[in-house]
Every structure is written in C-alpha cells, then in structure tokens.
C-alpha cells in the first residue's frame, strides 16, 4: 500500500499522503505501477471530454479544457519537466550547463515552443476523438505515457549528476515490467480504434519507439535520467499516442 500511495501523490494532486522515507526500493515500486494511475487519470480525462461533449461545447473547446484539467490533476509537472528538458536540449552547451539550465526555473523559447506544440497537438487530437468517439483510445493515450515511465526507468540507466528524483528512479525497473507493461498496451490498445484493430498497436509501438529515442538522447546529452526528462517521456508519448488513435486511416 506504501508503493500505491505514494504512485498516487507522485502522479496526481489527489489528497493520498506518501510514506514518511522513501527509498529506491519504494520508489521503484511506485513507479511499476505509474500505467495503472495513468489509467485513472485516463479515464477522467475521457469523463471530462464526454461531459463536455454532452454539454454541447465544441470538440476543440473540450479538448483544451481537457488537457488543462489533465495539467492540473498532474500539478503540471509533466509539462513542467517538458520545457525544461527542451531547454536543456536546446543549449549547446556541456552537460552540466545543459542541467544548470534546465534547473534555472526560466522558461526559454525552446521550452515555450515545446508547450506550445504538445498542449496544441493533444488538445486538437483529443478533439479528433470525441468527433470519432473514441473513448477508450483518449485513456489509452494518457495510460501509455506512464508505461513510458516504466520503461525509461529500466535497469542500466544512470540518474543525472545531483538529480533527486533521478536518483530515486533511475535503473530500479527490472525485465518483467520493462516487457509487461508495453505487452498489456499491445493488448488493450487493440480496442481503441474500433473498426480499425491494427492502428491501436502500431500507435503503441511508434509512441514508447519515439519517447525510448528521446530519453536515450536526453540520457547521453544530460549524463542521466532526471526528474524533467521523465515528465517529458509522459508529454512526448501521450501526445504522439492522442495523435496516431485520431488518424482517419
């Protein structure tokens, strides 16, 4: 129960109090289950839009509205860590000024085009899914960006130099979860696109693909795994999710 409380207080603004200590062995227990408080926020993410959409706003309008309740169910960490990390990347500096950088608490012109592009891509593709009223795939979006999180912890990955949070995640996800998660998407994903089987999957391999490429690069142009490169993981991989399930094909 310590590890599901504290996943909750991590991931959300819910009102769960986390355990006194943690240690990495808690703390990589917690983040085994980030899929399954994904899936929670998931499917308030997908309560609000079908609320929204049976009050007659328009589909754009409850998109947005959506993506701005998903930022504050998440205290807008994730987006947070988003900018700071394209700032971060965007500076061609060494490694450590790259850290120093995203540690400033500025958000750059690097950063605020990120925010600009993930909020506007989630929020149209969330709209795409209403109009197609694909429910199940605007959970399946928001759920895959927390088994990124899974995966970018896996065993072998270094925490960045003076990272706190890095330094409690990094590398504490062993092989079964590493493979479960995605599998569990695999299956699961297959029902988000009805009519259409096969696009679930392919999403679901091309996100976690994309998002794996990002964090390995951030890995090596950071010397590790942060905090700020874990939220953008979740940006990253919901965005390009949201964006794949509202394909027309």
Same mark, same amino acid.
Not at 8 to 26: E, F, K, M, Y
Not at 234 to 243: G, Q
């Given at each position: 129960?310590?590890?599901?409380?504290?996943? /909750?207080?991590?991931?959300?603004?819910?009102?769960?109090?986390?355990?006194?200590?943690?240690?990495? +062995?808690?703390?990589? $227990? &917690?983040?085994?289950? !980030?899929?399954?408080?994904?899936?929670?926020?998931?499917?308030?993410? &997908?309560?609000?839009?079908?609320?929204?959409?049976?009050?007659? =706003?328009?589909?754009?309008? !409850?998109?947005?509205?959506?993506?701005?309740?998903?930022?504050?169910?998440?205290?807008?960490? +994730?987006?947070?860590?988003?900018?700071?990390? !394209?700032?971060?990347?965007?500076?061609?500096?060494?490694?450590? $000024?790259?850290?120093?950088?995203?540690?400033?608490? !500025?958000?750059?012109?690097?950063?605020?085009?990120?925010?600009?592009? @993930?909020?506007? /891509?989630?929020?149209?593709?969330?709209?795409?899914?209403?109009?197609?009223?694909? %429910?199940?795939?605007?959970?399946? &979006?928001? &759920?895959?960006?927390?088994?990124?999180?899974?995966?970018?912890?896996?065993?072998?990955?270094?925490?960045?130099?003076?990272?706190?949070?890095?330094?409690?995640?990094?590398?504490?996800?062993?092989?079964?979860?590493? /493979?479960?998660?995605?599998?569990?998407?695999?299956?699961?994903?297959?029902?988000?696109?009805? #009519?259409?089987? %096969?696009?679930?999957?392919?999403?679901?391999?091309?996100?976690? @693909?994309?998002?794996?490429?990002?964090?390995? +690069?951030?890995? $090596? $142009?950071?010397? #590790?795994?942060?905090?700020?490169?874990?939220? @953008?993981?979740?940006? /990253?991989?919901?965005? =390009?999710? @949201?964006?794949?399930?509202?394909?027309?094909?």
């Amino acid at each position: 129960m310590n590890a599901v409380r504290l996943a /909750i207080s991590w991931l959300t603004v819910a009102p769960v109090g986390g355990p006194s200590t943690v240690d990495r +062995h808690l703390a990589g $227990r &917690a983040i085994t289950l !980030a899929p399954l408080v994904g899936l929670l926020l998931g499917a308030g993410t &997908a309560a609000a839009l079908w609320v929204f959409d049976r009050a007659g =706003l328009t589909s754009a309008l !409850a998109g947005l509205l959506a993506v701005g309740l998903l930022a504050l169910g998440t205290r807008g960490m +994730h987006l947070d860590g988003l900018a700071d990390t !394209a700032d971060g990347l965007g500076s061609y500096g060494p490694p450590e $000024r790259a850290r120093q950088i995203m540690k400033s608490g !500025a958000a750059g012109p690097f950063g605020v085009a990120a925010l600009i592009f @993930a909020i506007g /891509i989630q929020a149209f593709a969330f709209a795409a899914l209403v109009d197609e009223r694909r %429910w199940a795939a605007i959970v399946c &979006a928001v &759920a895959l960006g927390r088994v990124a999180v899974v995966i970018a912890c896996r065993r072998g990955v270094p925490a960045a130099p003076e990272s706190g949070f890095g330094t409690l995640v990094a590398g504490t996800q062993p092989l079964a979860p590493v /493979i479960c998660w995605p599998v569990l998407a695999l299956a699961g994903c297959v029902f988000a696109v009805p #009519g259409n089987f %096969w696009l679930g999957p392919v999403v679901v391999v091309g996100a976690l @693909a994309g998002s794996l490429l990002v964090a390995r +690069h951030c890995v $090596r $142009r950071f010397g #590790g795994l942060s905090g700020d490169v874990l939220g @953008a993981t979740v940006e /990253i991989t919901s965005s =390009l999710a @949201a964006l794949g399930f509202s394909s027309t094909l």
